[in-house]
């Protein structure tokens, strides 16, 4: 498994030469838009890429229908490691919530998804779907995390929901965001703390 740790991404410097993030030890964190404007795709490699000398790398692709893949290559021991999934913890909340009902078109999410498209900035887009999968990560291994999600539902999804079909953008806004900020202080900030990190932590560019 080719896993890098949280610090030395946090450190990487922008090379506007390279195009790219660069560490100190000639790492690079490459992040790339869709052309589509719909999803970002993250390179990591221990080694630059460019210089043709055997290289380490992980690859994520992640839309703004919260679906993820991850491909992680390692070169010394000639194995590929392939994991997708969701990492919106808003629509697992709905998942959790609805159960069997439960229609990726729902109203919830199809306000929710309208919402973020014009009016959250594409810096805490791009901080939410970089510590959500985390915080879904975690959660997930809480026992009784049915709680956890019917909190979420009940606390963060249905008041925001409320607030968009109220034209009270500023309030949806604002519970938006501070759910990520506590639910990341909470659930994503100890991982990602820890030396292997399973998954992108924020950049701050």
């Known amino acids: 498994m080719s896993d890098f740790d949280y610090s030395k991404i946090k450190d990487m410097k922008y090379d506007p030469d390279r195009g790219c993030y660069v560490g100190k030890d000639g790492d690079e964190f490459h992040v790339k838009r869709y052309s589509n404007g719909k999803g970002y795709k993250y390179d990591y490699y221990d080694k630059s890429p460019y210089e043709n000398a055997p290289h380490n790398s ?5 839309d703004l229908s919260e679906n993820w893949t991850r491909t ?3 070169r010394d021991n000639g194995t590929q490691d ?8 808003l629509t697992t909340a709905c998942i ?3 159960k069997e009902k439960f229609d990726d078109s729902c109203k919830e999410l199809m306000m929710l998804r309208w919402f973020r498209d014009n009016f959250v900035s594409d810096a805490d887009i791009k901080h939410y779907y970089a510590v ?3 915080i879904v990560n975690t959660i997930d291994s809480v026992k009784d995390n049915n709680e956890i999600y019917e909190w979420i539902y009940e606390y963060v999804v249905q008041p925001c929901v409320i607030a968009i079909q109220q034209e ?6 604002n519970r938006y965001k501070n759910s990520v900020l506590v639910l990341e202080e909470q659930f994503a900030r100890p991982l990602l703390e820890q030396k ?4 992108l932590a924020k950049i701050n560019n």
Not at 168 to 173: C, D, L, P, Q, V
Not at 196 to 199: A, E, H, P, R
């Open 58 to 62: 992980t690859h994520i692709k992640s």
């Open 72 to 74: 992680d290559n390692d």
């Open 82 to 89: 392939k994991s997708s999934g969701t990492g919106c913890y």
């Open 96 to 98: 959790k919530h609805m």
């Open 132 to 134: 959500a999968p985390v």
């Open 168 to 173: 009270n953008y500023e309030f949806a806004y």
């Open 196 to 199: 292997n990190v399973k998954t």
